[in-house]
């Protein structure tokens, strides 16, 4: 069972950036694509960004291209995700899971992210 913990979240303004890191208890958190999905109060849970177990291949959302990083380092059991130019509507819990073959299996508890106009 891989046991994930998101942290860096917090209060930012407009235009600003930060740094979400995921990280992992579990060894084998090599062998997982790694996801960052987020839920705004009242919404539905989106996807943001993946990123494969090797790191060569990511993802993203389109309302987040351009301006999101999604990164790993699997020495470290952990995943990044560099936020900039952050607007209003990027305010919500964002959620770190992992995968290996099927669906989205283990979840983190989540870390907000609010961005004030």
């Known amino acids: 069972q891989v046991q994930l913990v998101e942290s860096g979240g917090g209060l930012v303004q407009a235009g600003g950036s930060l740094r979400l890191s995921c990280a992992a208890s579990e060894r084998t958190f090599s062998s997982y694509t790694i996801g960052w999905f987020r839920q705004a109060p009242g919404k539905e849970r989106d996807f943001v960004a993946t990123?494969?177990?090797?790191?060569?291949?990511?993802s993203y959302g389109d309302s987040v291209k351009g301006r999101f990083t999604i990164s790993r380092d699997n020495s470290q059991n952990t995943v990044w995700l560099q936020m900039n130019s952050l607007k209003p509507e990027d305010t919500a819990v964002y959620y770190c899971?992992?995968?290996?073959?099927?669906?989205?299996?283990?979840w983190g508890q989540g870390t907000q992210v609010t961005v004030s106009s």
């Open positions: 990123i494969t177990w090797s790191g060569g291949s990511t």
């Open positions: 899971a992992a995968r290996y073959g099927g669906g989205w299996a283990y």
